[in-house]
């Protein structure tokens, strides 16, 4: 292309110097031959004039006199009637251009200049013509030049730029070249790189939810399985078989919410729940593991409270929560339920050394971790909870006290039940 572009300019450029450049010498040759003429018939009137004067005064005339009052630089041919010719100067060779002038006692002059010093002088003006033209075309050339790269290097940018999208490279360049079609063209690829990048990093954060929250579900699986594998009476495999049956249901809950959200994050399915239905499963899930550990696992508060939301995503907040005390936290877990204006409020607490102060400002961001953790629990269960509606906050740091406020469904204050512990 580069090529192209500075075989066009010079083509075009030599196309208007060979017709402009022609045209200019050939009236510059016209001007020069007529104004030629001009002073050789100038020549011979001075030197006609001259001779009359002398004449009438009855003065000689000689060819000395005449070239030394006329100034002739040019051969002359002075005839007079009853008298020989007089010439001034050396008679030309070749082509030349005559001048001729009469006077008024017949006598005639005639100026003679060789066509060599005007064919020099016409040369000499179409070398200046040439050397003007050649200027131009280096200028041309200079110009077809830059202007080429001017256009062929963005384009090659934008193709490395392209190839760059290609080959999983989404980082835009944010380079414009002054020219408003390429700078189009790079404002297209960068936003398009720019939803590459987007598109890349919710692939990679669905791939990170998903395995962080699809890990919880299928250890309590897991646990429930030993359990099933370990029973000894047909009652209690059967309890255990529902409960992870349960279980699994929940999984297929989680796949099928990650999948919705990959695809809309702001889509939900908020509907009234009963809360104690939700607490109450999450501690049935999370006993046995606590159990294992030696610790223990309540709950306390209002019942009977409904909320808004989503059951299978409070669900997995509250999971959340529930694994981060197990993991980080120490003694006894609590989740306590209440109300708060027109929102439910369920807060997890423990017995162990909360969050660090430095970092319970930054706790729910992600890769955030006070322990060799991934450091996203956290903030997938503030995804969560705000695509309900809620939120989930850190309330205090020692000992930790994590609430998750949901908007609270309307009921009759004469019915609300009273709050009371359950263990």
Do not use: C
């Not at 100026?111 to 060599?116: D, F, M």
């Not at 390429?182 to 954060?205: F, G, K, Q, W």
């Not at 009977?304 to 995503?313: D, E, F, Q, V, Y």
């Amino acid at each position: 292309m580069r090529r192209r572009l500075i075989t066009s300019t010079l083509a075009v450029v030599l196309v208007v110097i060979a017709v402009f450049g022609v045209s200019l010498v050939l009236v510059e040759t016209r001007t020069i031959t007529s104004s030629a003429q001009e002073s050789v018939d100038a020549e011979a009137l001075r030197i006609v004039s001259i001779v009359d004067s002398r004449l009438i005064g009855g003065e000689p005339v000689n060819p000395d006199i005449l070239a030394e009052q006329s100034g002739a630089k040019r051969y002359a041919l002075v005839t007079i009637p009853g008298r020989g010719p007089i010439e001034i100067g050396t008679r030309p060779t070749g082509g030349v251009i005559r001048g001729f002038a009469e006077g008024e006692r017949a006598e005639s002059v005639v100026v003679e200049e060789p066509r060599s010093a005007i064919t020099a002088e016409v040369a000499s003006t179409a070398l200046i013509i040439g050397a003007i033209a050649g200027l131009a075309v280096l200028a041309a050339v200079l110009l077809a030049v830059r202007q080429a790269n001017r256009l062929a290097s963005p384009l090659t940018d934008l193709a490395e730029t392209a190839e760059r999208l290609g080959s999983g490279d989404p980082r835009p360049r944010h380079k414009r070249y002054g020219v408003p079609e390429l700078d189009r063209v790079a404002d297209v690829l960068d936003a398009s790189a720019e939803r590459i990048a987007r598109m890349l990093t919710a692939e990679r954060r669905l791939a990170a939810d998903a395995s962080h929250q699809l890990r919880t579900p299928l250890t309590a699986l897991s646990m429930r399985l030993e359990e099933v594998a370990l029973a000894g009476d047909l009652d209690t495999v059967k309890e255990e078989a529902t409960i992870a049956l349960t279980q699994v249901e929940r999984l297929t809950d989680v796949v099928q919410r990650l999948l919705t959200n990959a695809r809309d994050p702001r889509t939900g399915s908020a509907v009234a729940f009963d809360l104690d239905e939700v607490v109450k499963q999450q501690i049935e899930e999370w006993r046995p593991a606590y159990r294992s550990a030696g610790r223990a696992i309540v709950r306390s508060g209002k019942q009977g409270l409904r909320a808004i939301g989503t059951p299978g995503a409070v669900a997995q907040v509250l999971a959340a929560l529930i694994e981060n005390s197990l993991m980080h936290g120490g003694g006894t877990v609590a989740l306590r339920t209440r109300v708060t204006g027109n929102q439910s409020v369920i807060e997890v607490t423990d017995e162990g050394p909360g969050v660090p102060a430095d970092l319970g400002a930054r706790i729910f961001e992600r890769a955030v971790s006070g322990r060799s953790s991934t450091g996203i629990g956290l903030a997938v269960a503030r995804d969560l909870a705000e695509a309900d509606g809620g939120r989930l906050e850190l309330l205090q740091l020692q000992p930790p006290v994590f609430a998750l406020f949901l908007s609270r469904e309307a009921r009759d204050p004469a019915r609300e039940p009273q709050e009371r512990p359950v263990r």
